[in-house]
């Protein structure tokens, strides 16, 4: 059984960063892409960015793009999410979305094409 983790969030001001992590224990599970989502109160889960680890590209919901990056430590099997001048807008629950095997492009905004969710860490940015 895979089990995800997600750490790091926190309250934070207007312009601070944060970085979250997210970590897979459990069976042996070697994430081809990740994603990550978030979902504020009342809203639906939104996507937020995607990373391709073997052809090295990333996309990113135009919210964040600028701010907001990924990286891994493989000897870990951890995944990083670092968000930089973080703005109120970006106040959430924040999930990672490891796949073993990579989505169409046009797929990959979709959060129920993910089939690994962790119970995700709480980001708040005060104005």
């Known amino acids: 059984q895979v089990q995800l983790v997600e750490s790091g969030g926190g309250l934070v001001q207007a312009g601070g960063s944060l970085r979250l992590s997210c970590r897979i224990s459990g069976r042996t599970f070697s994430a081809a892409v990740v994603a990550w989502f978030r979902q504020a109160p009342g809203k639906e889960r939104e996507f937020v960015i995607y990373?391709?680890?073997?052809?090295?590209?990333?996309h990113y919901a135009d919210s964040v793009k600028g701010r907001f990056s990924i990286s891994r430590d493989n000897a870990e099997n951890t995944m990083y999410l670092q968000m930089n001048n973080l703005k109120p807008e970006d106040t959430a629950v924040y999930f990672c979305?490891?796949?073993?095997?990579?989505?169409?492009?046009?797929?990959?905004?979709?959060?129920?094409?993910?089939?690994?969710w962790g119970q995700g860490t709480q980001v708040t940015v005060s104005a």
């Open positions: 979305a490891p796949r073993i095997n990579r989505l169409a492009i046009t797929a990959i905004r979709s959060p129920e094409n993910y089939n690994y």
């Open positions: 990373r391709d680890w073997s052809l090295g590209r990333t």
